[in-house]
């Protein structure tokens, strides 16, 4: 089917019309390599029998949170890791790490290089609540203490000091619980954790015994999930002490909810109401706030009331928005969001796409294979301009050569990859983490 004319060409066979025409090969990219890029770039492969697609990652190593949020003693939600592995290994993907778009190559150059963009960057930057204190020593974003004990490089200096009895958590997510959870479990289960050695010795001598979760409005409003809670409730040498008359009005409440929140609120009323035992280790309460509104979407409104919680460590967990990469892209920077119409980024003719982070990977699947199957409909349509040949990592790779940037391959990965899981197994845990870029580097080039 190949035509040789100069630049590469093939016919491209339509497979839903079966109708056959003359096209280039779609160069397509993604930039980032989390589970929102990883399925929309299954999803292309799998639609487009001829697509191209090229994945750029910031850091020199993928899957985004999967590998730096996703809770180290949770391995089994990392097992996506093994669907994305076989994407990365399809001849017409490449994975391209190291290299930070925005920086070291700039929206536009790929604009230029691509006949199709699809951004699913994440949302790097943790929500503040912009009130006095919130810079103060001990003072910390969930976010960032989730990456300083994943080993994420940018967070592996964090100045945390865990010589404190009490700690304070703002936010009733599951990073919140996550987090929580963490702090409390016992090291030597913590040990089979692919969590830093570093990082356990820290944890081995922290002094945390009590841990308030505090949320702004009732418990039913609570945004963590029944997993997670069963856990904590369950957890070894910790156990929850709830405000029995904080759970009082959930017995009324729960008949006419729906499935998932009524199994939640169930459990949550239990443990509320159950007796409670004087060896309490960690606690959730709520802030004293007045609710406007009914049921589940009452709203939550400053009152002059104020509660004091006496905690050595403060860590604000109330949710994440994305950053701008480029400021000729619709970023609207109170919601941390690009501005799109199911996907197709404003005023970028069909061009540019945007998907992920949508809660959960299950929901960021389906968000990024949605992705998947407009980018394919838009090049067969034509809405996405692919008859004039795009140069795609070529030109790509040539900008980053003359910057001194060395783009990480996939196989380079895999080499870190082995090298983590072999140093990991001779400490019994499934890997030791490397938290150091320069580290990592000298790894891939050995
Ligand atoms: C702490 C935490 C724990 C979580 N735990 C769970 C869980 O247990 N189960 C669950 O189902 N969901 C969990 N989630 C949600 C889940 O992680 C997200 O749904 C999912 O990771 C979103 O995928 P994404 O690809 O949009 O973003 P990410 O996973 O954040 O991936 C984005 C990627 O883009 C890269 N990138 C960013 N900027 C650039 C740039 N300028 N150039 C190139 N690359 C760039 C980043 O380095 C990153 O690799 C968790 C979320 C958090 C925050
Ligand atoms: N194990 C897992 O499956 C897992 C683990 C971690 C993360 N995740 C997912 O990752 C996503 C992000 O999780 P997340 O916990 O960061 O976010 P989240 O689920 O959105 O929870 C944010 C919490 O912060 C609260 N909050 C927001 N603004 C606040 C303010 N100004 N003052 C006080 N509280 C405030 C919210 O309360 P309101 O409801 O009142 O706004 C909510 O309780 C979620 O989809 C989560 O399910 C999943």
């Not at 109708?19 to 980032?32: D, E, H, L, M, N």
């Not at 987090?179 to 090291?187: F, S």
């Not at 540019?352 to 929901?363: A, R, Y």
Request: hydrophobic share 35%.
């Amino acid at each position: 089917m190949m035509l040789s004319c100069g630049v590469s060409r093939l016919i491209v066979r339509h497979l839903r019309t079966g109708v056959a025409s003359t096209a280039q090969v779609p160069q397509v990219c993604i930039v980032g390599s989390g589970p929102a890029g990883f399925y929309t770039a299954q999803q292309i492969l799998k639609s487009h029998a001829a697509a191209q697609v090229d994945m750029y990652e910031k850091l020199p190593v993928p899957f985004g949170l999967v590998r730096y949020g996703v809770a180290p003693d949770h391995p089994e939600v990392k097992n996506c890791i093994n669907t994305f592995t076989q994407t990365a290994a399809k001849d017409r993907f490449t994975f391209l790490g190291n290299v930070d778009i925005g920086s070291d190559i700039t929206f536009s150059q790929l604009r230029e290089a691509y006949h199709a963009v699809v951004l699913a960057y994440g949302a790097a930057q943790d929500r503040a609540l912009n009130i006095p204190g919130e810079s103060l020593p001990n003072v910390l974003s969930a976010r960032e203490f989730v990456g300083w004990y994943n080993g994420l490089p940018e967070n592996a200096d964090l100045k945390v000091d865990l010589n404190v009895e009490s700690v304070g958590i703002i936010g009733q997510g599951n990073v919140a619980v996550d987090v929580a959870r963490i702090l409390l479990t016992p090291v030597d289960i913590l040990k089979k954790t692919d969590i830093p050695e570093n990082i356990l010795e820290r944890l081995n001598g922290s002094r945390v015994r009590h841990m308030t979760l505090v949320g702004r409005r009732g418990p039913e409003h609570v945004a963590f999930t029944i997993k997670e809670l069963r856990e904590m409730v369950n957890l070894e040498g910790s156990r929850p002490d709830l405000r029995r008359e904080d759970y009082k009005h959930l017995r009324n409440l729960i008949p006419n909810l729906p499935r998932p929140r009524k199994r939640l609120l169930e459990l949550l009323a239990k443990t509320g109401l159950d007796a409670p035992d004087p060896k309490l280790a960690s606690s959730w309460a709520a802030a004293e706030k007045q609710l406007e509104g009914e049921g589940l979407n009452q709203r939550a409104v400053q009152t002059d009331e104020t509660e004091s919680l006496q905690c050595g460590l403060i860590l604000r967990s109330i949710g994440y928005k994305g950053v701008e990469i480029d400021s000729s892209l619709p970023f609207d920077q109170r919601t941390g969001t690009i501005s799109n119409n199911g996907g197709r980024v404003t005023g970028q003719n069909g061009k540019v796409l945007c998907t992920g982070p949508v809660g959960v990977i299950l929901s960021t699947m389906t968000s990024g294979f949605t992705t998947g199957k407009v980018v394919v409909a838009d090049m067969e349509t034509g809405s996405v301009d692919i008859s004039r040949p795009r140069s795609g990592q070529t030109l790509i790779k040539s900008a980053l050569a003359e910057k001194g940037v060395q783009p990480v391959s996939f196989d380079q990965w895999n080499r870190l990859n082995q090298y983590e899981v072999e140093t990991g197994a001779k400490l019994g845990k499934p890997r030791e983490k490397v938290s150091n870029i320069k580290h990592m580097m000298d790894i891939i080039h050995q």
